[in-house]
């Protein structure tokens, strides 16, 4: 292999790293965003709002490495519906009907 190969090569690595790095920036940030959220009284973090349903929330929880340790359904008292959420890694809990994410209640 010539000098000229090897530099191509590296550059091409290089650019492929810094590609990789420019697709999971977002993620990472919305991955922060949920936590902080979360750790500061709850909320509804944009990137699982504009979600359309409970499956996509879900999908793109899994995504930013967040793991599911349960699910389970919680009956609202006004309307009597169902709300179903899920229970993540880092001790948040995540309605996916509506995107709203807080900390895990002592128990």
């Known amino acids: 292999m010539s000098e ?3 530099i191509a090569e590296l550059r091409a690595e290089r650019a492929a790293k810094e590609a990789k790095r420019a697709e999971d920036w977002p993620k990472a940030l919305d991955k922060l965003y949920i936590t902080f959220e979360a750790s500061h009284g709850g909320g509804y973090p944009q990137c699982l709002a504009a979600l359309g349903s409970e499956e996509e929330r879900l999908r793109y929880l899994r ?3 967040f793991r599911v340790r349960r699910h389970f359904w919680f009956e ?3 309307d009597t519906r169902e709300e179903h959420w ?3 890694s880092g001790g948040i809990v ?3 009907t509506n995107g709203w994410v807080c900390d895990k209640a002592p128990l």
């Open 63 to 65: 995504e930013l490495g």
């Open 94 to 96: 995540c309605c996916l």
């Open 4 to 6: 000229r190969d090897v």
């Open 76 to 78: 609202t008292t006004d």
């Open 86 to 88: 899920a229970e993540l």
